[in-house]
Each structure stands twice: as structure tokens, then as C-alpha cells.
């Protein structure tokens, strides 16, 4: 999944780097919030620090140490996720049960596999090394993976403690909502897909061809302002925006806002990873289902982007790959800031939701053995997220890249973008 070149001195040293910044992500966290699981969906934070280790352990140290044998025969079975060429792992939904090892054994294991794969990096001859390259670099971008996960859960385990606490980032200005404009992209016959230099997930390749009829994207996000009016027009109310499906959770849940919106005397405010705040209407709407995305769109005579329009449009504009990404440390969407003519808030903020369904592209190869697991047996079901969220590592980000979710998944940091057919539309602020 690389073409990325490495000697033993490099990969050392992004090998420490990674695994600085898991560790620094849980910091501000104590043992006991490291062994809370609040909902099947979301894992420990000590679950995510020690199955990246094992991802290390499994994939790279079992393939190359001398008498291997695992640190633990039970953290094998513990902290595999979902590989099932490697054996039996522990139910997911039970993760919060694993009260032991506590966060502290899972450090003397991270210190263990980390002092181990220094060892193997710094004994092995240049063709074991070409060899295990692309994997221990696959195991940078899980772990980033994870470092994202971590904060999106630890944000839903902390929002059910009633005391609020906080885990860190203050909260930006409040913002004044932004006009809203449109970037024209032409289509044809366009190439979606990776290719070239750089690490890309099995997922994103081949590149390939796609036909686009002419659109035009929004210029930024969705806000929290304009949510609030699809709400006040009865927005969760009214079936006839909704998929059907999309209705039924709506009528099932009792979803009448935001994943982390609640109402008080009749002001609303939103759950961040910095406290609880009357929701600003200039931020970015986030924390919401592809559904309600779907919904809001039709409410306001506009529909998703696809994947392929999404891709296309941000290469055309030649955008570096910078925005709020978690390296900001502000660890929640900011305002989109003032019209460019070209689009903003394309990496970082939230994830995008579009109307592409997850599937392999014309051609894609799962990579052979477990590894194989990763990404392509996850594909039904499932809807492409594009962009980036202010939970993303950097380095993490790319135009290619295909994030997925179930339709009514609500904790991921997920926003929305409109789209529109080519014929112009009445936009309010710059029409490029
Ligand atoms: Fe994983």
C-alpha cells in the first residue's frame, strides 16, 4: 500500500513519532476514563493503545523475531479487532469489561513492543527491511486511524458523565455565520483514485475513470445557524425528506437535533471536548447520520455530492492538503472564515458525508493474507465520508482518501457539504 521509500534510521524515527502522539492523546486521561465503553460502537481508550500494539506485534515482530512468542498469550485474543485469518478475539460490544489489564499494564506492553520493534529495526538485513516496510508503515496509518477513534469515543464516554468534564481545547470565539457560495466544476470524463508516490489504503486504488455530468459544490460546510432552521421548519418532523429508513430511526430514536445537542429552557447546546456551550450558529453543523445529511440537503432543494464530484473538484482546485486537523488541537470544527472563491473547510472540521455507497472501485485488489481484512470486507453497507475531520492527524488527510460509516452513524465528527446539478442556482454569497 506504499511507494514510500524507507531506510531503517526514517522508519525509526516516524515509528517513535506515531506512537508519541497515542500516548500524548491520552494524557489528560485517568485509568478509570481509559476503561469506559459507553455504547458498542465506541472502544476504551486503553483498548485503542493497546490493539494498535498488537498490530505491531501481530503483523510485524510474529513475521520477523527470532523465537517469537506474543508478550501475552491472552492480549493476542484481547485486542485483536476483527482479523479472523489471525484466531478467536474477544466480543467488541464487551470491551468495557477488560478491567484488567488496567491502563498501566497497557503501557508496559506499549513500552515492550515498542522497545522490540526498535531492536528489529535497528538488526535487520536491507532486503527483511524492504519486506516489512509497507507493513510497519501500515501500522503508522492504523495507528493514526485509532488516534482518531480515540478522541471521537472518549468525547461520547465523557458526554455521559453528568459532571461534564472537560478534555481539553478551549472553545473558539463565537463566529458570525458566513454566506454560503457555490464553485462551478465542469465534469466529463474524469479519474478518481490514487496513483504515484504515497501511501494510500487498498481502498483507494486503482485510479479509474468516471463520468460527471456538470455541478457545483458549495463553497463550505453546513452551519449549526442553518440547522437550526431546517429544526424550526419541522425539518425532523416531516417525512416526506426522509428516506425511509432514515425516518424509522428518526421515529425510533426520538432524533430531533444533533447527535450532541440538547435543549434547556429552550436554548440549545452542544457537548465538545472542551465542556458544554450554547451551540454557536457559525461553527459547522457536526455529528450527524448520513440520513439527516441526506434529509437536510432535500429540505434545503440541494442534494449530496458524490464521491467522485467531491474528489474531482478538490484536485481541480489544487488545494494543499492543511486546514483543522487535529494538530490544530482545537479538537472541534471552526468557522469556515471568509469567502475565497474556492472552497473552504475541504480537509479537517468534519467529515463529509456523500451519496456514494462504499464499495471496491472498477479493479481493486485486497491486499493477500489477513492484512486483507483491512479495508475491502467492510464494504456493504456502508457510506464514503471525504476530507477530514479536526480529530484527523496530520499526515492523515488526502484527497483519495475513503472514510466510511453506516448511514446512522451519528458519534463520528461528520458534517455536511451541499451539491447541486450544473444549471445556476440563487446562492446568496459568491458564485465562482
Ligand atoms: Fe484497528
Given at each position: 500500500?506504499?511507494?514510500?521509500?524507507?531506510?531503517?534510521?526514517?522508519?525509526?524515527?516516524?515509528?517513535?513519532?506515531?506512537?508519541?502522539?497515542?500516548?500524548?492523546?491520552?494524557?489528560?486521561?485517568?485509568?478509570?476514563?481509559?476503561?469506559?465503553?459507553?455504547?458498542?460502537?465506541?472502544?476504551?481508550?486503553?483498548?485503542?493503545?493497546?490493539?494498535?500494539?498488537?498490530?505491531?506485534?501481530?503483523?510485524?515482530?510474529?513475521?520477523?523475531?527470532?523465537?517469537?512468542?506474543?508478550?501475552?498469550?491472552?492480549?493476542?485474543?484481547?485486542?485483536?479487532?476483527?482479523?479472523?485469518?489471525?484466531?478467536?478475539?474477544?466480543?467488541?460490544?464487551?470491551?468495557?469489561?477488560?478491567?484488567?489489564?488496567?491502563?498501566?499494564?497497557?503501557?508496559?506492553?506499549?513500552?515492550?513492543?515498542?522497545?522490540?520493534?526498535?531492536?528489529?529495526?535497528?538488526?535487520?538485513?536491507?532486503?527483511?527491511?524492504?519486506?516489512?516496510?509497507?507493513?510497519?508503515?501500515?501500522?503508522?496509518?492504523?495507528?493514526?486511524?485509532?488516534?482518531?477513534?480515540?478522541?471521537?469515543?472518549?468525547?461520547?464516554?465523557?458526554?455521559?458523565?453528568?459532571?461534564?468534564?472537560?478534555?481539553?481545547?478551549?472553545?473558539?470565539?463565537?463566529?458570525?455565520?458566513?454566506?454560503?457560495?457555490?464553485?462551478?466544476?465542469?465534469?466529463?470524463?474524469?479519474?478518481?483514485?490514487?496513483?504515484?508516490?504515497?501511501?494510500?489504503?487498498?481502498?483507494?486504488?486503482?485510479?479509474?475513470?468516471?463520468?460527471?455530468?456538470?455541478?457545483?459544490?458549495?463553497?463550505?460546510?453546513?452551519?449549526?445557524?442553518?440547522?437550526?432552521?431546517?429544526?424550526?421548519?419541522?425539518?425532523?418532523?416531516?417525512?416526506?425528506?426522509?428516506?425511509?429508513?432514515?425516518?424509522?430511526?428518526?421515529?425510533?430514536?426520538?432524533?430531533?437535533?444533533?447527535?450532541?445537542?440538547?435543549?434547556?429552557?429552550?436554548?440549545?447546546?452542544?457537548?465538545?471536548?472542551?465542556?458544554?456551550?450554547?451551540?454557536?450558529?457559525?461553527?459547522?453543523?457536526?455529528?450527524?447520520?448520513f440520513y439527516e445529511a441526506e434529509a437536510y440537503a432535500t429540505w434545503a432543494g440541494k442534494r449530496l455530492p458524490s464521491e467522485a464530484e467531491w474528489e474531482h473538484a478538490?484536485?481541480?482546485?489544487?488545494?494543499?492538503?492543511?486546514?483543522?486537523?487535529?494538530?490544530?488541537?482545537?479538537?472541534?470544527?471552526?468557522?469556515?472564515?471568509?469567502?475565497?472563491?474556492?472552497?473552504?473547510?475541504?480537509y479537517g472540521d468534519c467529515w463529509e458525508w456523500t451519496s456514494s455507497a462504499y464499495h471496491p472501485y472498477p479493479g481493486f485488489q485486497p491486499a493477500p493474507g489477513a492484512?486483507?481484512?483491512?479495508?475491502?470486507?467492510?464494504?456493504?453497507?456502508?457510506?464514503?465520508?471525504?476530507?477530514?475531520?479536526?480529530?484527523?492527524?496530520?499526515?492523515?488527510?488526502?484527497?483519495?482518501?475513503?472514510?466510511?460509516?453506516?448511514?446512522?452513524?451519528?458519534?463520528?465528527?461528520?458534517?455536511?457539504?451541499?451539491?447541486?446539478?450544473?444549471?445556476?442556482?440563487?446562492?446568496?454569497?459568491?458564485?465562482?
Amino acid at each position: 500500500m506504499t511507494t514510500t521509500t524507507w531506510d531503517s534510521d526514517s522508519l525509526r524515527a516516524r515509528f517513535d513519532e506515531v506512537r508519541a502522539e497515542t500516548e500524548r492523546l491520552a494524557a489528560p486521561l485517568s485509568p478509570e476514563d481509559q476503561t469506559v465503553q459507553s455504547m458498542p460502537d465506541v472502544s476504551p481508550t486503553k483498548w485503542h493503545r493497546a490493539h494498535v500494539t498488537w498490530f505491531f506485534e501481530t503483523f510485524v515482530l510474529a513475521d520477523c523475531e527470532p523465537g517469537f512468542s506474543p508478550f501475552q498469550d491472552a492480549y493476542w485474543f484481547l485486542f485483536n479487532s476483527y482479523y479472523e485469518s489471525v484466531g478467536p478475539r474477544y466480543a467488541r460490544p464487551d470491551r468495557g469489561l477488560i478491567t484488567r489489564p488496567g491502563a498501566h499494564d497497557v503501557g508496559t506492553y506499549r513500552g515492550n513492543v515498542d522497545a522490540r520493534m526498535r531492536d528489529v529495526l535497528g538488526s535487520v538485513d536491507g532486503g527483511t527491511l524492504d519486506k516489512l516496510a509497507p507493513v510497519i508503515e501500515l501500522g503508522f496509518h492504523h495507528e493514526q486511524q485509532h488516534q482518531e477513534l480515540l478522541l471521537m469515543d472518549i468525547k461520547h464516554v465523557l458526554s455521559r458523565n453528568p459532571l461534564q468534564p472537560v478534555y481539553a481545547g478551549a472553545p473558539s470565539p463565537r463566529s458570525e455565520p458566513d454566506p454560503l457560495g457555490w464553485v462551478d466544476v465542469e465534469g466529463g470524463l474524469v479519474e478518481i483514485g490514487h496513483e504515484g508516490e504515497g501511501f494510500r489504503f487498498d481502498n483507494e486504488e486503482p485510479r479509474h475513470r468516471v463520468w460527471l455530468e456538470p455541478y457545483r459544490l458549495a463553497d463550505r460546510l453546513v452551519t449549526n445557524g442553518e440547522w437550526l432552521e431546517f429544526m424550526a421548519d419541522n425539518g425532523y418532523g416531516r417525512h416526506e425528506l426522509w428516506l425511509s429508513d432514515g425516518r424509522a430511526r428518526v421515529v425510533q430514536d426520538g432524533w430531533r437535533a444533533p447527535f450532541y445537542w440538547s435543549e434547556l429552557d429552550g436554548v440549545w447546546f452542544e457537548h465538545t471536548l472542551h465542556g458544554t456551550f450554547p451551540v454557536d450558529p457559525g461553527l459547522p453543523v457536526s455529528h450527524v447520520s448520513f440520513y439527516e445529511a441526506e434529509a437536510y440537503a432535500t429540505w434545503a432543494g440541494k442534494r449530496l455530492p458524490s464521491e467522485a464530484e467531491w474528489e474531482h473538484a478538490v484536485e481541480q482546485d489544487g488545494q494543499q492538503v492543511r486546514g483543522n486537523l487535529a494538530d490544530a488541537r482545537t479538537f472541534h470544527p471552526r468557522a469556515a472564515g471568509p469567502s475565497t472563491g474556492a472552497l473552504r473547510q475541504v480537509y479537517g472540521d468534519c467529515w463529509e458525508w456523500t451519496s456514494s455507497a462504499y464499495h471496491p472501485y472498477p479493479g481493486f485488489q485486497p491486499a493477500p493474507g489477513a492484512i486483507g481484512e483491512y479495508n475491502g470486507k467492510f464494504m456493504s453497507n456502508q457510506m464514503v465520508l471525504r476530507g477530514g475531520c479536526a480529530l484527523t492527524p496530520a499526515g492523515h488527510a488526502r484527497a483519495t482518501y475513503r472514510n466510511f460509516f453506516p448511514h446512522g452513524a451519528r458519534w463520528a465528527l461528520s458534517g455536511v457539504r451541499l451539491a447541486d446539478g450544473g444549471a445556476p442556482v440563487r446562492a446568496t454569497g459568491v458564485v465562482a
